[in-house]
């Protein structure tokens, strides 16, 4: 049994579902839109397909400021709302997840299944594959915007270098066309690539609007979940449960279930069945700053993309901790500084997303209650790290916008002048006041040895302190890789099912 039907459980299931002796059952709590065409990128959010969360971006507080939390609720998951980049993270991301005691998930022991999952149309060679579920490309420089071309000339100006792969493992720092998982201008999610292909396997099951509430036990070993379908309770019993249900779902429904931090179950009234205080902390964000605008009639282009390029940049040193993101033709737009700005016109946005983030967070529960949403507290920038990276992405986005390339193609800025980039004060109460999430939540369950006060699965995702239980989703990253997480999600969905073969 599968539960959570997203970026990694439905690629693991897909995949365990080529071995015929495999029986496979994966839980989804939102719709299966078998079927349906997929998503535009371009319109991340879709109606309905989500959990509509709200998070908490510095401390849980009864005044504290709240933000959209989305996250995918619907057979594909958060891969069939998301903006369709298809970024790897480098090298060092997971040569860190080695060396935090986890030595199969060196960059050497992962890339054979970044490898596995793509059919990449723009590179060949044996740093990318060429017949697997995911179709990856990117936009060719004559299908660039004047906005996009404009922002690749300001980084050259700046002394970034112009990266045509940014998925080479060599190519640390650079801009370039972003690698988005699309075909025809169409996001291609997980459940296009990996299910679709597998629905007519008879040993695959795929129920959708059925949400897990809680593991059953039976003393310490998984036997199967509870769940919410149609509107009754059921019980659901399972040789092994693989619990694939995000960094938000998976640390809550492990909580409902007794396992987590035995004093604040007994708090709540749930029975602890295995004590594992990292079960909900170490929540990590790639936290934004991001300035908004409107560009000259000159300046954008309909039908372009949001998402054409970035760059990959250090703040401070050598190592690259800040994505600079060009995001093009917004025309969905909630931002106070921008509210009855836009008028039928099509705005633009750069981002500043903090790679490397240090500072934490947390999912709790407010009750043992399954129909309860989580406390997601973010605690963004609490870091005073995190601020000083922010800070200087704010200024580098700031040259860019008033540089020779951009600024004659901008008619209106928001959010920041002069005055606010040049005094230190007034631009770090900026970033505290403004910086929001990426909605790439990670870490509220990490990997490591039973050693590790923190740990709550092994290297192999088997949680610890208990048996037939697994967790195969971000939850499980010690650290954020340097890019969107959804690339890495569908990676561990492809390493989980080779080792359950």
Known sequence: MIVGAGS????????????????????????????DPPGSPDNPVLSGANWDHS???????????????????????????????????????????????????SWENVLPYFVRLESDRDFKGPEHGSDGPLPIRRQSEDEFGPLAAGFLHACRDRGVPMVADLNAADRATGAGPIPRNEAGGRRVSTAEAYLAPARHRPNLTVAGHCSA????????????????SDGRLVRIGADRVTLSAGAIGTPAILLRSGVGPADALLRLGIRPVADLPGVGANLMEHP?????????????????????????VASTGAAPDLNLTLVNNVTDLDVPVMRGVLKGRTAFSLHASLLTPRSRG??????????????????L??????????????????????GS???PLLERVFLWTDRTVEDDAMLRRSVSRFVCPSWHPAGTAVMGPSSS?????????????????????????????????????????????????
């Open 8 to 35: 990694a459980g439905a690629t693991l299931a897909g995949r365990m579902s080529e071995d015929p002796g495999c029986r496979v059952l994966l839980l989804e709590a939102g719709p299966d839109n078998q079927g």
């Open 55 to 105: 998070a908490y971006v510095h401390e849980e507080a009864e005044n504290g400021r709240r933000y959209p939390y989305v996250v995918g609720k619907a057979v594909g998951g958060s891969s069939a709302v998301n903006g369709a980049l298809a970024l790897r993270g480098l090298p060092g991301d997971f040569d860190a997840w080695a060396a935090a005691g986890n030595p199969a998930w």
């Open 213 to 228: 509430a809680r593991i059953i036990f039976d003393g310490d070993k998984a036997v199967g979940v509870e769940a919410m």
């Open 288 to 312: 934004i700053v991001a300035l908004w605008g409107l560009p000259v009639p000159a300046g954008s282009r309909s039908g372009e993309p949001m998402h054409q390029v970035l760059a990959r």
């Open 362 to 379: 947390s999912v709790t529960l407010r009750g043992a209650e399954p129909d309860a949403d989580p406390v997601i507290a973010l605690r």
């Open 381 to 402: 920038a609490s870091d005073p790290w995190d601020v000083e990276r922010l800070m200087a992405g704010a200024r580098m986005l700031w040259e860019m916008v008033r």
């Open 405 to 407: 390339h951009l600024a």
């Open 453 to 501: 006060p923190a740990a709550v699965v092994d290297e192999r995702f088997r949680v610890h302190a208990v048996s037939g239980l697994r967790v195969v989703d971000a939850s499980v990253m010690p650290t954020m890789p340097s890019a969107p997480t959804n690339l890495s999600c569908v990676m561990l969905g492809e390493r989980a099912a080779s080792w359950s073969a």
